[in-house]
């Protein structure tokens, strides 16, 4: 298990912070890439052979075994693993390969391990009762008498499905939730299960998802609701279950879901949540009425939302008693309203929002959906700035139950020419941000799993829909399972925004060609099969102004886009089909192009005449060319992405020197004296981040908004004469197969360079220290905090002081993770004179050095520092929480004979393939004892243990409940 939290540790690590990058290691990634493959076959046999055997085998009694589940976890991290390793081999930075190519390999390993656990002989199950996650809900207010209802029938055996109705907004979910927590703690039912249904129903969805629930599986590439029914029969059909359907709007059967129907001898049960009684009447629901809250209660509610400090001004006490009277008990209303009143003290202006909301009501009907309709838009008509009321809006071309990202949402929005133009990308980003925050605060959008992802209640997004219905209107059909494009006669010619995204749209008939003169975004990314839209599509929407292409698989873009003349974004993200783009000079007002991983191999014509771009990503694979000077006409710049798989497309730092409002610049630069003109001419210093190229990186690069500072130098002659001049400001520094390149010292920054945190250095044949204090300070070094070293045949010492007097104390003094592979004639890791710097080090690890002895020892021979046998030295690493050393098959000590090393802080210790060595000299605070927070740690081969020696005699018992003998 926890040899699986390291490798996911190293997944994370290269994965996720996209400036961490690393070498590659072609050859070798390659052919191990294909083991992998194999390797990953056999262990997905085994799995569906436990798999099959567990199905049969697990009943309500019965549950899988811890180690069988622990196992399978393994199995499917492994897979999810190797899965992104194999995945990235195309779509990842060259660097990141580098690190994935090594774990490619240690993972075959790990494979193996995996495997060899797979037997279980003793069985795969015991008895025990399961466990699933609480919902995070908020507090209910009120509605505890419903909730005693629904318990009692749940506990109860008069009825076996209950349907809890209500308006949309009364709390049906909200109660649901509780209920479902509650359930988690007792033992009534073997699995708990929470399905959110939507509409339109989509069987397939729904049955992945209940599945999903009971931390089941069905196969993904069956799209046969019958058989997956069949299937998911027979996983509900062991057990008692409780399914929780929420939000379910049409009729269904049991039977075609595949949900085992709930009698009093199975003793299961169901619920369901609708808005529809009738939903409820037709599977024989008990039914429950979710009731308004009650008086007291929704004052409650309310002075929760609006901030109960309102109560200190007596003269509003009348006057809030009255509004709360207006929210008809409705929670969602009653959240809305108080929200969008919060703040306000002033007496008048509660008596006309009063006012306002009497007004709006007086003609409401009681039970019809304009209940809800009318107190919410009330809220919506106080956001006032129709600015903010546009961006709420927009949101509604997202489909049902939609989760996305804060950062795409705010890009959408200045997509959609949402956000006033502002003097740079970073301030629209951030008013775009500020307005989310402002929705979120008045509880029109809402976060959903995490803190940076976002949702609109199902009932908020029909308010928004409703009020798109009148005037200027919206047609939404997102991911409705549409097949085709709606008819013509439904693009209405006072539509104003279209979403039709992530369907299973395949075909546009030839010739159609949609009248809406007033249409001006037009969603369709998604529709992964499109593959042809007819050349006039577009000929009548000459208002269109943001096109979503993106994801859609066509090879050509019409011609009628050509005369799309207010069109402003035009995206086309991962089109990969894509070849043939038509000139684009007449689209003068484009502001953003987006061709992200789009397929074309030449630049569209009359991308130069394009003077309002703004946002310009041509990071496209195939790409051979850019023909020089498409930049100059392009002075409002402010990303600028280019990039492709041969080294042919290159930029010159000159061109982009004249793009004044450039933030992001990712490209390849022409030679090192146009690198080195460019840094020099400070023009990096209006960026806010970039990726400067130099040379051969044969792969692609990261790519990412969250993008810092990096400079990336592959395969190119630098070094001696050839310095490279770095951007004070560049935080990341990647050296790969620089055949040349001698040391860090060889590289020239100015004094203010202290941003440099990650460094990578890699395949550079000789190099043969990292730092060479003889000839260079190199104090740009000083704030590093990430050094990986890879692959590094003649490199000898970390740090060349030799001869120096005195060696400088902050050398690494910030370096936290040092992690060095298969450096082949490294014999000493530190000197005890640079370990004295590398107080803030929390992560050592060493892998295949074949000629490690030692990892901390003496400048020059060990015999000259022990004459005096009778002292101890003591190093001490007060952050070290990692250890690990592979495959040293030379190493002999980790310190000095006598000397011991204090790190009370580190948890995690590997000693694997190191068959020389003895001594263990790691001990905490208190001597000798080992460090007090070791909790993990593993030795191979497991006879290792036995040599090992402690300084602390008692250790080896007290080390014995975090020993691990992992066979890989
Ligand atoms: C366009 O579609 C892409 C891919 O689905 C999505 O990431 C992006 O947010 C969309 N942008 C707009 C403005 O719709
Ligand atoms: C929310 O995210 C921000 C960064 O996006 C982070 O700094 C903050 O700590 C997060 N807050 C919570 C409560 O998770
Ligand atoms: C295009 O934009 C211009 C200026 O904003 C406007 O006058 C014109 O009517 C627009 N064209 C169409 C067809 O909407
Ligand atoms: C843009 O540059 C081209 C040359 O590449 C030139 O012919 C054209 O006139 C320029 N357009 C504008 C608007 O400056």
Same mark, same amino acid.
């Given at each position: 298990m926890?040899e699986?939290?390291?490798?996911i540790l190293?997944i994370?690590?290269c994965?996720?912070?996209?400036t961490?990058?690393?070498?590659?290691?072609?050859?070798?990634?390659?052919e191990?890439?294909?083991?992998?493959r194999?390797?990953l076959?056999?262990l997905d046999?085994r799995?569906?052979?436990v798999?099959?055997?567990?199905q /049969?085998?697990?009943? &309500?009694?019965?549950?899988a075994?811890?180690?069988v589940?622990?196992?399978?976890q393994?199995?499917?991290?492994?897979?999810?693993?190797?899965q992104?390793?194999?995945?990235?081999?195309h779509?990842a &930075?060259?660097?990141?390969?580098?690190?994935l190519g090594?774990?490619?390999?240690?993972?075959i390993?790990?494979? !193996?391990?995996?495997l060899?656990?797979?037997s279980?002989?003793?069985?795969l199950?015991?008895n025990k009762?399961?466990?699933t996650?609480p919902?995070?809900?908020?507090?209910?207010?009120?509605?505890?008498?419903?909730?005693?209802?629904?318990w009692g029938?749940?506990t109860g055996?008069q009825?076996?499905?209950?349907?809890?109705?209500?308006?949309?907004?009364v709390g049906?979910?909200t109660?649901?939730k509780h209920?479902?927590?509650?359930?988690?703690?007792?033992s009534?039912? /073997?699995?708990?299960?929470?399905?959110?249904?939507?509409? $339109?129903?989509?069987v397939?969805?729904?049955?992945h998802e209940?599945?999903?629930a009971?931390?089941?599986?069905l *196969?993904e590439d069956?799209?046969?609701?019958?058989r997956?029914a069949?299937?998911?029969?027979?996983?509900?059909?062991?057990g008692k279950?409780v399914?929780?359907?929420?939000?379910? @709007?049409?009729?269904?059967? %049991?039977?075609?879901?595949?949900?085992?129907p709930?009698t009093?001898?199975n003793?299961?049960?169901l619920v369901i949540t609708?808005?529809?009684v009738d939903v409820?009447?037709?599977?024989?629901?008990?039914v429950?009425k979710v009731?308004?809250?009650s008086?007291?209660?929704?004052?409650?509610?309310?002075l929760d939302?609006v901030g109960?400090?309102i109560?200190?001004?007596?003269?509003?006490?009348?006057?809030l008693? #009255?509004?709360v009277?207006?929210c008809?008990g409705?929670p969602?209303?009653?959240?809305?309203?108080?929200?969008?009143?919060k703040?306000v003290? /002033?007496v008048q202006q509660?008596r006309?929002a009063?006012?306002?909301?009497?007004?709006?009501?007086?003609d409401?009907?009681?039970? &019809?959906?304009d209940?809800?309709f =009318?107190?919410?838009?009330?809220?919506? !008509?106080?956001?006032?700035?129709?600015?903010i009321?546009?961006?709420?809006l927009?949101?509604? %071309?997202?489909? =049902?139950?939609?989760?996305?990202?804060?950062?795409?949402?705010?890009e959408? @929005?200045?997509?959609?020419?949402?956000? =006033?133009?502002?003097?740079?990308?970073?301030a629209m980003l951030?008013?775009g941000?500020?307005?989310l925050n402002?929705l979120?605060?008045?509880?029109?959008l809402?976060e959903?799993?995490s803190n940076?992802s976002i949702?609109?209640h199902?009932v908020?997004? /029909?308010?928004?829909l409703r009020i798109?219905?009148i005037?200027?209107?919206?047609m939404?059909?997102a991911?409705?399972g549409?097949t085709?494009? $709606?008819?013509?006669h439904?693009?209405?010619?006072?539509?104003?925004?279209?979403?039709?995204?992530?369907n299973?749209?395949s075909?546009i *008939?030839?010739?159609t060609?949609?009248n809406?003169p007033?249409?001006?975004?037009?969603?369709?990314?998604g529709?992964s099969?499109l593959t042809?839209?007819?050349?006039?599509f577009?000929?009548n929407?000459?208002?269109?102004?943001?096109?979503n292409?993106s994801?859609? &698989?066509?090879?050509?873009?019409?011609?009628s886009i050509?005369n799309?003349?207010?069109?402003?974004t035009?995206?086309l993200?991962?089109c990969?089909?894509?070849?043939h783009? *038509?000139c684009?000079?007449?689209?003068?007002?484009l502001?953003?192009?987006d061709m992200?991983e789009?397929?074309?191999d030449v630049?569209p014509?009359g991308i130069?005449?394009?003077?309002n771009l703004q946002y310009?990503?041509?990071?496209?694979?195939?790409?051979?060319e850019?023909?020089?000077?498409? #930049?100059?006409?392009l002075?409002?710049?402010?990303?600028?992405?280019v990039?492709c798989?041969?080294t042919?497309l290159k930029?010159?730092g000159?061109?982009?020197r004249?793009?004044?409002?450039?933030?992001?610049?990712?490209?390849?630069?022409?030679d090192?004296? !146009?690198?080195n003109?460019y840094?020099?001419?400070?023009?990096?210093?209006?960026?806010?981040n970039?990726?400067l190229v130099?040379?051969?990186?044969?792969?692609?690069?990261d790519?990412?908004?969250?993008?810092?500072?990096?400079?990336?130098?592959?395969?190119?002659?630098i070094?001696?004469?050839?310095?490279v001049?770095?951007?004070?400001?560049?935080?990341?520094?990647?050296?790969h197969r620089?055949?040349?390149?001698r040391?860090?010292?060889d590289?020239?920054?100015p004094?203010?360079?202290?941003e440099?945190r990650?460094?990578?250095?890699?395949?550079?044949?000789?190099?043969?220290?990292?730092?060479?204090?003889?000839t260079s300070?190199?104090?740009?070094?000083?704030?590093?905090?990430?050094l990986?070293?890879d692959?590094? $045949?003649?490199?000898?010492?970390?740090?060349?002081v030799e001869g120096?007097?005195?060696?400088? $104390?902050?050398?690494?003094s910030?370096l936290?993770?040092?992690?060095?592979?298969e450096?082949s004639?490294?014999?000493?890791?530190?000197?005890f004179?640079?370990l004295?710097g %590398?107080?803030?080090?929390?992560?050592?690890r060493v892998?295949?050095?074949?000629?490690?002895?030692?990892i901390i020892g003496?400048?020059?021979?060990e015999?000259?520092?022990?004459?005096d046998?009778t002292?101890?030295?003591?190093?001490?690493?007060?952050?070290?929480?990692?250890l690990t050393?592979?495959?040293?098959?030379e190493l002999?000590?980790?310190?000095?004979?006598?000397?011991?090393?204090v790190c009370d802080?580190?948890? @995690?210790?590997?000693?694997?393939e190191?068959?020389?060595?003895?001594?263990?000299?790691?001990?905490?605070n208190?001597?000798?004892?080992?460090p007090?927070?070791?909790?993990?740690?593993q030795?191979?081969p497991k006879?290792l243990?036995?040599s090992l020696e402690w300084d602390?005699?008692?250790?080896?018992?007290?080390l014995? *409940?975090?020993?691990?003998?992992?066979?890989?």
């Amino acid at each position: 298990m926890a040899e699986i939290a390291t490798l996911i540790l190293e997944i994370i690590k290269c994965v996720a912070p996209p400036t961490q990058n690393c070498v590659d290691n072609h050859r070798n990634f390659k052919e191990n890439a294909e083991d992998l493959r194999n390797k990953l076959r056999i262990l997905d046999g085994r799995k569906e052979d436990v798999e099959t055997r567990l199905q /049969d085998e697990v009943c &309500s009694e019965k549950q899988a075994k811890n180690e069988v589940v622990v196992w399978l976890q393994d199995v499917e991290k492994i897979n999810v693993e190797i899965q992104d390793v194999l995945k990235r081999v195309h779509s990842a &930075s060259y660097f990141s390969r580098a690190r994935l190519g090594k774990l490619a390999r240690e993972k075959i390993n790990a494979v !193996d391990a995996i495997l060899q656990r797979g037997s279980f002989p003793e069985g795969l199950v015991v008895n025990k009762p399961a466990t699933t996650l609480p919902l995070p809900v908020e507090n209910l207010e009120g509605e505890d008498s419903v909730k005693e209802k629904i318990w009692g029938y749940l506990t109860g055996n008069q009825f076996q499905m209950v349907g809890v109705c209500g308006i949309g907004g009364v709390g049906k979910t909200t109660i649901m939730k509780h209920i479902h927590n509650e359930l988690l703690k007792g033992s009534r039912f /073997d699995k708990v299960i929470w399905a959110t249904v939507s509409y $339109p129903l989509n069987v397939v969805r729904l049955q992945h998802e209940i599945a999903k629930a009971m931390n089941e599986k069905l *196969p993904e590439d069956d799209h046969d609701e019958q058989r997956q029914a069949s299937r998911l029969m027979h996983l509900m059909g062991k057990g008692k279950y409780v399914l929780i359907l929420d939000d379910v @709007w049409e009729r269904f059967t %049991l039977e075609c879901v595949g949900i085992p129907p709930p009698t009093l001898q199975n003793e299961c049960k169901l619920v369901i949540t609708s808005r529809e009684v009738d939903v409820c009447n037709f599977l024989g629901c008990k039914v429950v009425k979710v009731q308004p809250l009650s008086k007291q209660e929704s004052l409650n509610l309310f002075l929760d939302k609006v901030g109960r400090e309102i109560l200190q001004i007596p003269e509003l006490e009348a006057i809030l008693n #009255l509004m709360v009277d207006e929210c008809a008990g409705l929670p969602l209303a009653i959240v809305v309203i108080a929200r969008s009143m919060k703040g306000v003290t /002033d007496v008048q202006q509660w008596r006309h929002a009063l006012n306002e909301l009497r007004e709006r009501l007086r003609d409401i009907a009681k039970g &019809s959906g304009d209940e809800i309709f =009318e107190r919410l838009k009330f809220s919506y !008509d106080r956001l006032q700035d129709s600015n903010i009321q546009n961006c709420f809006l927009s949101y509604s %071309l997202y489909p =049902e139950d939609y989760t996305t990202t804060k950062k795409d949402l705010v890009e959408q @929005w200045i997509d959609e020419g949402l956000i =006033e133009e502002l003097r740079s990308r970073q301030a629209m980003l951030d008013k775009g941000q500020t307005i989310l925050n402002g929705l979120k605060n008045s509880c029109l959008l809402e976060e959903a799993y995490s803190n940076d992802s976002i949702k609109m209640h199902d009932v908020v997004r /029909d308010m928004a829909l409703r009020i798109k219905s009148i005037g200027p209107q919206f047609m939404v059909k997102a991911r409705m399972g549409l097949t085709e494009i $709606p008819d013509e006669h439904e693009w209405a010619e006072n539509l104003e925004k279209v979403s039709l995204m992530q369907n299973e749209i395949s075909d546009i *008939p030839p010739n159609t060609c949609p009248n809406c003169p007033i249409l001006t975004t037009l969603m369709l990314q998604g529709n992964s099969k499109l593959t042809k839209i007819p050349d006039c599509f577009f000929k009548n929407m000459q208002g269109l102004k943001c096109l979503n292409l993106s994801g859609i &698989s066509i090879e050509s873009l019409p011609h009628s886009i050509c005369n799309l003349e207010n069109l402003t974004t035009l995206l086309l993200r991962g089109c990969r089909q894509l070849k043939h783009v *038509p000139c684009l000079a007449k689209l003068k007002a484009l502001k953003k192009l987006d061709m992200f991983e789009a397929g074309i191999d030449v630049v569209p014509e009359g991308i130069d005449m394009l003077v309002n771009l703004q946002y310009l990503d041509l990071w496209c694979p195939e790409l051979v060319e850019l023909s020089t000077q498409i #930049l100059g006409n392009l002075s409002h710049l402010q990303h600028l992405t280019v990039y492709c798989r041969s080294t042919t497309l290159k930029i010159k730092g000159e061109e982009v020197r004249g793009l004044k409002k450039l933030e992001t610049f990712q490209a390849q630069l022409y030679d090192l004296q !146009d690198l080195n003109n460019y840094v020099k001419s400070n023009h990096f210093k209006r960026l806010s981040n970039y990726q400067l190229v130099l040379g051969q990186v044969e792969g692609n690069f990261d790519l990412s908004i969250h993008l810092s500072k990096v400079i990336s130098l592959g395969e190119c002659e630098i070094g001696g004469e050839d310095s490279v001049v770095l951007p004070d400001d560049v935080e990341d520094l990647w050296i790969h197969r620089c055949r040349k390149f001698r040391s860090l010292s060889d590289i020239y920054s100015p004094q203010k360079t202290t941003e440099l945190r990650n460094c990578s250095v890699t395949e550079c044949e000789e190099i043969e220290c990292v730092v060479d204090m003889v000839t260079s300070s190199s104090s740009f070094i000083n704030n590093l905090e990430w050094l990986w070293l890879d692959n590094l $045949p003649n490199l000898s010492v970390v740090v060349n002081v030799e001869g120096v007097e005195a060696t400088s $104390p902050h050398i690494f003094s910030n370096l936290k993770f040092f992690e060095m592979w298969e450096c082949s004639t490294m014999k000493r890791l530190f000197s005890f004179e640079l370990l004295q710097g %590398l107080q803030n080090l929390e992560q050592i690890r060493v892998w295949n050095c074949q000629q490690m002895e030692e990892i901390i020892g003496w400048e020059g021979e060990e015999e000259n520092h022990t004459a005096d046998a009778t002292t101890t030295t003591t190093f001490t690493l007060p952050k070290l929480t990692e250890l690990t050393l592979h495959n040293l098959p030379e190493l002999k000590r980790i310190c000095p004979t006598r000397g011991v090393i204090v790190c009370d802080s580190l948890g @995690w210790l590997a000693i694997k393939e190191c068959p020389k060595l003895r001594r263990i000299p790691l001990v905490g605070n208190v001597r000798p004892s080992p460090p007090a927070a070791l909790e993990e740690i593993q030795i191979k081969p497991k006879e290792l243990w036995e040599s090992l020696e402690w300084d602390d005699p008692n250790a080896k018992n007290v080390l014995q *409940p975090s020993l691990h003998f992992p066979t890989y």
